[in-house]
DNA sequence: CCCGGTCGTCACATCCTTGTCACGGGATCT
DNA sequence: AGATCCCGTGACAAGGATGTGACGACCGGG
């Protein structure tokens, strides 16, 4: 389940945003200020950031570009909000780096259909096309999966399953996120299903000595992570 | 470091996009419509081309079909950038011959992301008329696929299909790839009409001794390497 | 015109994948 | 401890994907 940080001055812009992202799932911070907001990135780790364009004090533009300069928290997607629907805001703000953009009387539908984009995309952040964590390394060109040369042997349900999960390592997904992402938005198909192609994948993985890059997260779904 | 051009008449997304790849370290060149385009073309060879979709005057699609057909600009990569995010655009920028597509809104970092990737696929286009993977040894001028100096009978499309695989050796290509690829774009023929090839091309390979080099990659297509 | 070679399709056989179930062991909460 | 929920696991049947042999069409050269 992803984290996401609101930094907005304004508490009731804020509840609004909260309100719709709570209602999709989604564990919301929330920040008044430049300073907690950069507190909170060290405590808590957020999936993806909602910066209000003017702060108080240092501009949210600002921020952004700490954020983005600073190694730690650049892979972080950032989306702009801002009151005015300006052009020439938007693009200063994606000239900072920001990742997505929304103009402020938005509606919450937007927001989270915004929020999911850009986390859909914002991970596979360089080639995607080959991963490597834990000794594992995952080639989407190649479509092959091996563990120090050696190659291990994956049914294509579970390659694609496989590298959605690696190439999001550390985030915890629902097993209905990994319906929606592996097997499509429209397929249905028992969420237990998911159990059964993680376990076939543990198996494989197993015989190549990789245990517990899989990790269940009780009452959530499952991670790939190379952190015990 | 590689140069890219970018074809866009608005000078705001020029500046984005210049802003986002200069950055990553790449040269770029700017045209605002397509005879400025075409000038550059010839003055600059850029290694990829950023084409807007809707340009005035003639469309970026036209840009882009000419380009293709020129035997001297074929083989530059292009990304169609489109302010809709159609489907159908979609669909037609990459008939016409363009690598990958993005939609208007979009992401500094998707766009890098992108333009590594296109450049990263295309890189290997090495047209070297001598292959030799695994003993096996393809010459595109004298037509031969030959083993340890044996002589290997192919006929013209299989010869076509191997060399294509071998020139891109390690990577899996789905059957529509490989149509398009080998046979042409605008050629129809059944999918499963690959499968056919690849087994006549393996019978070949099989009477002296080469097993294995083509490998069907399950759910996907067919790979040529000579790692198991 | 006949013949060998090439090519695209089929139909059929096989093997592989995959979605579900049911069962049971653990974990969690009261 | 007991009740409940959650997850790991092995088995299975149906459906899909691929391998394979055969066939007719087409083409160019004897």
Redesign the interface.
């Known amino acids: 389940m992803a984290t996401i940080l609101i930094v907005d001055d304004e508490p009731d812009i804020r509840e609004v945003i909260r309100f719709a992202l709570e209602g999709t799932g989604f564990r919301v911070l929330e920040a008044g200020h430049a300073d907690e907001a950069r507190k909170l990135m060290q405590s808590e780790e957020p999936d993806l950031i909602l910066l209000d364009w003017m702060l108080p004090g240092r501009s949210g533009l600002e921020l952004a570009q700490q954020l983005k300069q600073n190694p730690k928290s650049r892979g972080i997607?950032i989306i702009m909000v801002s009151a005015r629907g300006e052009?020439e805001d938007r693009?200063r703000g994606?000239?900072t780096?920001?990742?997505?953009?929304i103009a402020k009387p938005f509606s919450p539908r937007e927001m989270v259909a915004r929020v999911n984009a850009?986390l859909r995309?914002?991970k596979?952040?360089?080639?995607?096309?080959q991963i490597e964590i834990g000794g594992l390394r995952i080639d989407n060109?190649?479509?092959r999966v091996t563990a120090e040369g050696q190659?291990i042997d994956v049914?294509?349900?579970e390659?694609r399953l496989l590298h959605f999960l690696m190439s999001h390592a550390e985030r915890a997904f629902t097993r209905s996120q990994l319906l929606d992402q592996v097997w499509g938005e429209q397929i249905y198909v028992e969420e237990r299903t998911v159990d059964v192609h993680v376990r076939r994948l543990r198996k494989a993985l197993e015989e190549t000595g990789h245990d517990n890059l899989l990790q269940t997260v009780r009452g959530v779904g499952y991670r790939f992570s190379d952190k015990p």
Chains 1, 2 share one sequence.
């Open positions: 997607p052009e693009i994606l000239e780096g920001a990742d997505d953009y850009v995309r914002s596979p952040e360089e080639s995607s096309d060109v190649s479509h190659r049914a294509p349900t390659f």
